[in-house]
Nanobody, 117 residues
């Protein structure tokens, strides 16, 4: 069983920065595809950034150039550095882990990010 524990959300002014962390328990990071997703009220769940087991990182169009995904296998931690935050970045951010090619996935409890204008 995999457990994901997120932290780092909060309230920040537009233009500010936040770093989210997701500690992964139960499987080594190297065996998992990982990612950050977010959901704002009235909007669909949106992919923010994902990384494959091979290390390929992909970002959502709205965050390219502003967000950076990090992965530390030794610390079993996935991070998301968010710079130049916009009010539209507000929402609940979730960490997700998946075993590639298998119907096994897990989600964290979510952490709230609020960006004031």
């Amino acid at each position: 069983q995999v457990q994901l524990v997120e932290s780092g959300g909060g309230l920040v002014q537009a233009g500010g920065s936040l770093t989210l962390s997701c500690v992964v328990h139960g499987k080594p990071l190297s065996s998992l595809a990982l990612g950050w997703y977010r959901q704002a009220p009235g909007k669909h769940n949106e992919m923010v950034a994902v990384v494959t087991t091979g290390g390929t990182i992909r970002y959502g169009d709205s965050v390219k150039g502003r967000f950076t995904l990090g992965k530390d296998n030794a610390k079993a931690t996935l991070s998301l550095q968010m710079n130049n935050l916009l009010p539209d970045d507000s929402g609940v951010y979730y960490c997700r882990a998946q075993v590639p090619l298998l119907p096994q996935e897990w989600w964290g409890q979510g952490t709230q990010v609020t960006v004031s204008s």
